[in-house]
Nanobody
């Protein structure tokens, strides 16, 4: 079974940047497509970004973060990242890392396992 642990959340001002990390253990990390999701207060969890397995040559983003967020992976470190730039108050949410059953260029990829989440708060 795969385990995921996110880190890197915190408080940042509008326009600032944060980098989230997700350390993965328990399975062959390289073989997993990975994703990031988020859940704002009072809202449903939503897709943020996905990256394909192994080389991570394919990526897909929600329209709301395209051009501001970048997903990447380091297979040697069993870690997936989410670089978040030009943050807005509406980006405030708990961010979840997910191991995907497969990569897809859709906003509802099938998830095999979730992390516990890390809180990002963007102040105006």
């Amino acid at each position: 079974q795969v385990q995921l642990v996110e880190s890197g959340g915190g408080l940042v001002q509008t326009g600032g940047s944060l980098r989230l990390s997700c350390a993965v253990s328990g399975r062959t990390f390289g073989g997993y497509a990975m994703g990031w999701f988020r859940q704002a207060p009072g809202k449903e969890r939503e897709f943020v970004a996905a990256i394909s397995s192994w080389s991570g040559v394919n990526t897909y983003y929600a329209d709301s973060v395209k051009g501001r967020f970048t997903i990447s992976r380091d297979n040697a470190k069993n870690t997936v990242y989410l670089q978040m730039n030009k943050l807005k108050p509406e980006d405030t949410a708990v961010y979840y890392c997910a191991a995907l059953l497969r990569y897809t260029s859709r906003t509802s990829p099938p998830v095999d396992a979730w992390g516990q989440g890390t809180l990002v708060t963007v102040s105006s």
